[in-house]
């Protein structure tokens, strides 16, 4: 159907009759007007049916017929609609339609979600229809910018995309959180990240990147788990951890500009403060340590505002102490060299101070916790065996990726943005679950 014009487009045809495919997503009409709602997955916007037109093209019989077959046309029917656009200065989106002809596609019937207010479990249920509303549209848009503007981020910074298995012989994070399956009678398990073979990547093409969906067995009931997710990790040799977090910094700013750019008007549907979204951009990142962070909050745990429980140095913190730092600091905040205790066994010791590990945590502000976590990855073939033995993990399981720092082993760094934790984000959405088009939870694998 060549002849279609986008909704998204009709800014280019103002004056000119079109013709778009789209479904009617609300509808109401006062005498001789119907006011249609359409939508076609660019855009939302008005068209305007007015009877004495139709009459005056089609005859009188047949032009009221025209008319009642529209105005007791069913919420999310399919049609066909040409008309002439015209610019709308009253409407946000700036243009509308007069319509001149119609033609049904395809009947909808009680269609379950109506414009009224549903509850989270009904609309869950009906994930499948729900993706049709313009806050779902929206966020979806916001999803494939991010998705767009990694690609061309590292395109533009000399990486390859290399592409991670998702079923793995190992854990490559913590193994309290592995989907395991049966592997042709062998366990094998679902990817958590693909960060352990993009290091044999690394090692092979040097800049790499990998972006897929990975998967953590958390029984994690917040805002911020799923048990599914898009992982984007990437990973370079010859970078130190300062260089590592300078190109982070870079990335997550490109992917907000590229929000900025690629989706203005999803943001603008979701009421996103877009300067807000610009000062991250133009703003230099706080980078502080574990230690300091422990500092800053003993400081102000008896302040009137806060409400986290007193943290210890060598304590991991939860969500609301990350709340706080973010909120503190309000632009993204690099959390760096946490305790070597609770953070994973590929990780570089602190020269001087094996209790801390080269690690950064990216907080996004806004109490939108981590999105991003990183670090400098062990090279010494003799402490990452010892690393691997003391934290309960098989060596023969490891034994290749051992024997990345037996042939040539390189200074090199990593990280893995969690997708839709930055969609999250920068759509300012309350709930990860918006993030992506069929979420997956603990309690929820359907639809
Ligand atoms: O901090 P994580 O666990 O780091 C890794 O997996 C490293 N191997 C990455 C690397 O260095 N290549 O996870 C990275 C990011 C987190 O910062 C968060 O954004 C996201 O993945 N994430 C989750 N997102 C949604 N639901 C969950 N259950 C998540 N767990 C982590």
């Not at 305790?339 to 590990?357: C, D, H, L, Q, T």
């Not at 690393?387 to 098989?394: C, E, F, H, P, T």
Request: with cysteine.
């Amino acid at each position: 159907m060549k002849d279609l014009v986008n909704i998204s487009d009709v800014k280019h045809h103002v004056g000119e009759t079109v013709k778009i495919g789209a479904w009617l997503a609300d509808k109401s009409g006062k005498g001789k007007l119907q006011f249609l709602q359409l939508r076609d997955g660019t855009a939302f916007f008005q068209a305007v049916v007015f009877k004495p037109s139709f009459i005056e093209k089609f005859g009188e019989e047949a032009g009221e017929v025209k008319f009642n077959e529209i105005k007791h046309l069913a919420q999310e029917s399919s049609l066909y609609v040409t008309g002439i656009i015209k610019e709308d200065a009253r409407s946000k989106f700036g243009y509308e339609m007069d319509v001149t002809d119609f033609e049904v596609i395809g009947h909808s019937e009680d269609y379950p979600i109506t414009p009224k207010d549903h509850g989270t479990d009904f609309l869950m249920d009906h994930r499948h229809l729900w993706l049709r509303s313009k806050k779902q549209m929206a966020v979806m848009q916001v999803r494939n910018a991010l998705i767009y503007a990694t690609y061309a981020f590292f395109d533009k910074h000399g990486f390859i995309k290399f592409d991670s298995p998702i079923l793995s012989g190992n854990a490559a994070e913590n193994t309290t959180e592995l989907f395991e399956t049966d592997y042709f009678g062998s366990p094998a398990f679902l990817s958590q990240s693909g960060q352990l073979y993009l290091e044999a990547g690394a090692m092979a093409l040097g800049r790499v990147f990998d972006f897929g969906p990975v998967f953590r067995a958390e029984k994690s009931k917040t805002r911020r788990h799923l048990t599914e997710f898009w992982m984007m990790d990437a990973e370079y040799p010859f970078l130190s951890h300062e260089e590592s977090l300078d190109l982070q910094e870079a990335y997550i700013k490109a992917l907000i500009q590229g929000v900025l750019d690629k989706a203005d008007g999803a943001l603008d549907i979701l009421e996103r403060d877009k300067d807000l979204l610009k000062k991250y951009v133009e703003t230099p990142f706080k980078r502080i340590s574990y230690d300091e962070v422990i500092d800053l909050l003993q400081a102000h745990e008896n302040d009137e505002d806060t409400d986290y429980e007193h943290v210890e140095h060598g304590d991991d913190f939860g969500s609301p102490h990350e709340t706080w730092v973010s909120n503190y600091f309000g632009v993204p905040t690099f959390v760096v060299n946490y305790p070597a205790s609770f953070k994973a066994f590929y990780m570089k010791p602190v020269p001087g101070n094996p209790e801390r590990v080269l690690c950064a945590d990216l907080l996004a502000p806004e109490g939108y916790g981590e999105i991003v976590g990183g670090s400098e990855r062990e090279t010494d073939y003799a402490a990452l065996l010892q690393k691997i033995k003391d934290n309960g993990l098989q060596e023969e399981d490891y034994d290749w990726y051992l024997d990345l720092r037996k042939y040539g082993s390189v200074p090199h760094c990593g990280f893995g943005l969690g997708l839709e934790r930055m969609v999250t984000f920068v759509a300012g959405n309350e709930h990860i679950r918006e993030a992506i088009p069929f979420p997956r939870m603990i309690s929820r694998i359907k639809p």
